[in-house]
């Protein structure tokens, strides 16, 4: 809860500044999937459809055409294609909130597993303020980028691990079941289609 409201209030003091950066360009790859059914974006620049958020992706981010002769973005389409229904429903405002809701439950899990790991409330408080309140993840919690959603599936995928050994070390602990392992499999899966370095 702390954290999304930090997030918040920065969300609003960059209001005015953003979308910038490749923000415009991996939400015209969202419209494109809400309004298209496709990841070709050069209608969604000729429509103007960008204009709806931003003046700055004018021009379509991308290498060479495809073999199609259709333009498709440098960006990784796995972003747009997780915020695609909050945009279609609640706008880029909606898309904002959406992110810093995930980058805010991706910090309770810091908090979380530290507890566990540690055993101590001032060193999970600690691991939280280090992840929730630093550069760059406190600024692009709610920044159209996919580093907020990545780290919190990052997290999600560690969660089964930290459980299966507690398990071995706690004869009161259970092993996870199939669902943390599904969960885990499903957020680590998602990262190489965030941005191609993961």
Same mark, same amino acid.
């Given at each position: ?5 930090? +997030?918040?209030?920065?969300?609003? @003091?960059?209001?005015?500044?953003? /979308? ?5 360009? &991996? ?19 000729? @429509?103007?459809? %960008?204009?709806? &958020? ?5 021009? /379509?981010? %991308? ?6 002769? =259709?333009? %498709? ?15 279609? #429903? #609640?706008? &880029?405002?909606?898309?904002?909130? +959406? ?15 530290? @507890? =566990?790991? *540690? ?14 309140? *630093?550069?760059? +993840? ?6 159209? +980028? ?15 691990? &930290?459980?299966?050994? @507690? ?27 965030? =941005? *191609?370095?993961?």
């Amino acid at each position: 809860g702390i954290a999304l409201v930090l +997030f918040g209030v920065s969300a609003l @003091r960059l209001a005015p500044l953003l /979308p910038d950066g490749d923000s415009p360009h &991996y939400l015209v790859l969202a419209q494109s999937l809400i309004k298209d059914g496709d990841i070709q974006i050069e209608n969604n620049h000729q @429509r103007g459809d %960008y204009l709806e &958020y931003s003046l700055l992706a004018s021009q /379509p981010d %991308y290498l060479r055409r495809g073999l199609n002769g =259709q333009i %498709y973005s440098i960006h990784a389409p796995g972003l747009p294609a997780v915020i695609a229904p909050v945009m279609w #429903l #609640l706008g &880029y405002p909606g898309v904002v909130g +959406f992110l810093g809701l995930v980058a805010a439950i991706g910090t309770g899990l810091v908090w979380w597993l530290a @507890r =566990q790991l *540690t055993d101590d409330a001032a060193a999970a408080w600690f691991a939280w303020a280090c992840c929730a309140l *630093t550069a760059p +993840f406190f600024f692009l919690s709610t920044e159209v +980028f996919p580093d907020g959603l990545a780290a919190s599936c990052l997290l999600v995928g560690l969660v089964p691990l &930290y459980l299966e050994e @507690r398990s071995r070390s706690d004869a009161h602990a259970h092993p996870p079941g199939a669902g943390p392992w599904l969960a885990a499999g499903a957020a680590l899966a998602l990262l190489p289609w965030l =941005q *191609t370095r993961l």
